[in-house]
């Protein structure tokens, strides 16, 4: 047995302590997706723990023969799908909110400048993620930073998995149409994928 | 411009081989979609968690007994509602009654009385008349008749033991 099954089972008991442990263990990746999801530190931060006060009530129904991480993130998926759907119709700046939260460039690396240009990148990339449908949104960020299968994303958001390819590949060529459109803007630069290491 | 198969190699899984890879290349250099697809996807798998602030754990704590908390007071609530409710509906059920008990609680607990002692009159006066009778009856009865009486006993619980067994074993057959 490992130790978040020992802790589920204990916590399925009445342990705090244990639950604490899964708290513990599981942050990042909750808080990493609501915090993709949502755009801002403060939503994703009252989600997460949102979406662990829910499976703290729900852990009593929770399934042992199913992972508990893709459980886990279906509750925090739905649960963002929800907050965006309430929202839909108001306008957020990510600019504001983001204060204390985005990854800062590391001034200390081998190359500063590197390090700046990868820092607007990966702000950029969490803009466009904010113009994608929320449920493509969740499929993109369940793909690429949880390493979830078409399959575990499929049984996450309750879809298809034909229709999770569709979505994937439709969410990345918008991506892509916006990345481009940006890049236009904002003059030529070297592609990565122009680097030797590519 | 055709971008079959190079969006299907960008986006594959699996590693390409040196000839799919220098055809991507050459692809990329002429095909600003693709190139932007690309760097999409190489940003996308690069891109790292973002952990939350520190002392996630120790707020979820506080979060978690604030919420118990609240549960606490709400089940309390909720029970003192229903006590309210269900006692007020009893009253208004028993309000008739009541009504009369605050007015006069004197004499309805007189009448309560009376109607007891009535009662109680009642029942012992039915059990004389009935050791009267059965001391006097067996006297006016013809002893044929205690015997047609007795015969007729019999037969029925003859009848009774009879249909008992055969019910029994049709029990057990099933």
Redesign the interface.
């Known amino acids: 047995m490992t130790d978040v099954t020992a802790w589920i089972v204990q916590a399925q008991h009445g342990d ?1 302590e244990a639950f ?1 442990n899964l ?2 263990a599981f ?3 909750v ?2 997706l609501c ?2 999801m949502l755009g801002e ?1 403060g939503a ?2 009252d989600a ?2 949102e979406t ?2 829910k499976v ?1 009530q729900n852990l009593g129904r929770y399934d042992r023969e199913r992972s508990f991480p893709t459980w886990l993130l279906s509750i925090a998926a739905h649960h963002c799908i929800d907050q965006l759907r309430r929202r839909r119709f108001s306008s957020i700046s990510i600019d504001e909110d983001e204060e ?2 985005t ?1 800062l460039p590391d001034r200390s690396a081998p190359d500063p400048e590197t390090e700046i240009e990868r820092k607007q ?2 702000d950029r ?1 969490h803009r ?1 993620l904010q113009s994608l449908d929320p449920t493509d949104r969740a499929a ?1 960020v369940m793909r ?2 949880n390493d979830c299968s078409e399959d575990e994303i499929a049984r996450t958001l309750h879809l298809t998995v034909p229709a999770v390819k569709s979505r ?2 439709r969410a ?2 918008a ?3 916006l ?2 459109e940006q ?1 236009a803007r904002s003059g030529p630069r070297r ?3 122009e680097s030797p290491a ?1 | 411009m055709n971008h079959r198969p190079f ?1 299907d190699w960008l ?1 594959a899984d699996q590693p390409l081989t040196a000839q799919q890879t220098r055809d991507l ?1 050459a692809h ?1 250099q002429n095909c ?2 693709c ?11 690069s ?7 520190a002392g ?2 120790d ?3 506080v ?2 007994a604030a ?1 118990k908390r609240s549960v606490r007071v709400r089940n309390f609530w909720g029970f003192l509602i229903l006590v309210v409710s269900v006692v007020s509906i009893l009253t208004w059920l028993a309000w008739p009654v009541l009504k009369i008990v605050l007015q006069s609680p004197v004499d309805l607990l007189a009448s309560w009385l009376s109607n007891l002692v009535a009662l109680w009159a009642s029942l012992q006066a039915m059990s004389h008349v009935s050791a009267v009778l059965l001391r006097v009856m067996p006297g006016f009865i013809p002893v044929s008749a205690w015997a047609v009486l007795l015969l007729a006993a019999g037969g029925c619980s003859l009848l009774w033991a009879f249909s008992l067994v055969k019910l029994t074993k049709n029990a057990q057959g099933v």
């Open positions: 705090d604490t708290v513990e942050q990042t990746p808080y990493n915090y993709r530190a994703a931060e997460a723990q662990f006060l703290y204390g939260q990854e990148e990966k990339l466009l993109v690429y930073w994937l590949h990345r060529r991506l892509a149409t990345w481009q890049a592609r990565p994928y590519f | 969006d986006l290349q990329l600003p979609q190139a932007a697809l690309a760097e999409v996807n190489l940003a996308l798998s891109a790292r968690l973002v952990p939350p602030q996630f754990t707020r979820f704590q979060r978690l919420q």
